[in-house]
């Protein structure tokens, strides 16, 4: 896991083609606005976050947001324990975020 300040995970991600956007947040934070093309799957879930994880593909390169960024680093610490080995936690998380948002 590493934690990537906004303009860094920009950067990052732009420039990576096995990228995946993945939100961490309650449904009820991501009815405020997402950013655009990101997985939801809320790490408040508990196991069925667990279960929800272990189907995505181990491959990919993982982008992980919150709200402020603690939530996003425990599921990149998850994560890593189920065997992805490339996580991005948002420093600041949704909160701090000036790219553009999509709304559901």
Request: include cysteine; proline fraction near 2%; aromatic fraction near 10%.
């Amino acid at each position: 896991m590493a934690d990537l300040t906004q303009q860094d995970w920009i950067s990052q991600l732009t420039a990576d083609k096995n990228a995946v956007i993945l939100d961490v947040r309650t449904p009820e934070e991501v009815a405020l606005g997402i950013i655009p093309n990101a997985l939801h799957i809320d790490i408040y879930k508990g196991q069925g976050f667990i279960d929800e994880v272990k189907q995505l593909d181990t491959s990919k390169n993982y982008y992980v947001y919150c709200k402020v960024g603690g939530r996003s680093g425990q599921a990149c610490s998850v994560m890593n324990q189920l065997g992805f080995k490339n996580t991005y936690n948002l420093i600041g998380g949704f909160t701090a975020w000036r790219g553009e948002v999509a709304s559901i």
